[in-house]
């Protein structure tokens, strides 16, 4: 990392080395016991997918998912001989239920894990182009199967449509400010060249507001458009909700959803859904009578989310803004 690079904040953008966020709290709350069935459909390094194959004696009955092909390879490379009958799925999340439907599985009676958003490895890995610290093709598709890459996004798209995506995803107040510099710029081809312009476009705006707020942010000026434009390009919120619809279904009475999100926006979807599910009625509150027939489908495990503690945050300061929230399904739901 350069001097210039350093001053930001314990930054994100740099993962060095891969740790499971909230392993041993993740692995209590999906309440993992032998000879159920557990699905991880974010392998990624396997970190948490490892320790339920442990905690359930077996990986027997254990699944793992993850879109991109680079961490399916990696995890089967990693797992021994005493895995080998594992199953590996490289596939998007969103297809949950088709893809288990190809294994003949309908049904879940151990958990589900979610633990979202982009992995270590792919932060670490500048050609992928996650990092606005490190230089590398504006990619950031998690799946390189997927059409459209960053580079499309930051170069195709009008003016208001960008901003309206960094606004949205990235709840950043400068978006049109940086909406209109990257229009101004283009073509723009690479991770720092975009992290550039975005650190010059806002830096008036950074100094007058660090004058007048004592903590203003530390964060990188380009770590909300970064995130806004990943989310976009994988359609993260879109493919969650989807996730989410899907895992309640397959789940067995009794087996449990655990969803760890980053950011407010992952969460609020994740806590309102959880909410919808357990409740009884989702009439509009002034509506007298119900009509809706809704029956709530799971309880709820975490009435307030878990979050890392003191010393994880130390060790993985990617655990900072981790979120845990667990439901678990109800007999007629
Ligand atoms: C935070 S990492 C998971 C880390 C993992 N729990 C571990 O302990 O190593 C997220 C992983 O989920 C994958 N991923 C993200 N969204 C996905 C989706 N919609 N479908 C499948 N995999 C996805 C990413 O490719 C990444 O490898």
């Known amino acids: 990392m350069t001097e210039k690079q350093s001053k930001w904040d314990a930054d994100l953008s740099l993962a060095g080395g891969h740790m499971p966020v909230m392993l041993n709290e993740t692995i209590a709350l999906l309440n993992v016991r032998a000879d159920h069935m557990y699905i991880d459909v974010t392998a990624g390094s396997g970190g948490h997918f490892k320790s339920i194959c442990q905690k359930a004696g077996s990986s027997k009955n254990i699944i793992a998912f993850d879109q991109d092909i680079e961490a399916i390879e990696r995890l089967h490379k990693s797992l021994g001989q005493e895995h080998a009958d594992v199953k590996l799925i490289h596939s998007n999340f969103v297809h949950l239920k088709s893809e288990l439907a190809k294994l ?42 997927s059409p459209i890459s960053a580079y499309d996004l930051v170069n195709d798209l009008d003016e208001s449509e960008l901003a309206s995506i960094i606004y949205q995803y990235g709840e950043e107040r400068h978006s049109r400010m940086i909406a209109r510099a990257i229009v101004r710029h283009r073509p723009i081809k690479t991770t720092l060249e975009l992290a550039n312009i975005i650190e010059n476009a806002t830096r008036s705006k950074r100094i007058s507001n660090s004058k007048r707020h004592k903590n203003a942010s530390k964060l990188h000026p380009a770590t909300r458009t970064f995130q806004a434009l990943r989310i ?102």
């Open 232 to 333: 976009a390009v994988n359609s993260e919120l879109d493919n969650l909700k989807h996730f989410l619809e899907q895992s309640i279904d397959l789940l067995a009475p009794g087996a449990r959803l655990v969803v760890i999100t980053f950011h407010s926006l992952e969460d609020r979807i994740v806590k309102q859904f959880f909410k919808e599910m357990a409740s009884n009625c989702i009439c509009p509150p002034r509506q007298p009578i119900c009509t809706c027939k809704q029956r709530a489908k799971v309880q709820i495990i975490t009435p307030k989310p878990l979050v890392a503690l003191e010393e994880e945050i130390l060790a993985n300061i990617r655990s900072r803004s981790a979120k845990l929230r667990a439901v678990e399904k109800l007999p007629l739901g």
């Open 104 to 145: 003949n599985i309908n049904t879940i009676n151990g958990g589900i894990l979610a633990d979202l958003g982009v992995s270590s490895n792919q932060l670490d890995e500048a050609e992928r182009g996650f990092s606005f610290l490190r230089e590398g093709p504006l990619d950031m598709r998690m799946d390189i199967r």
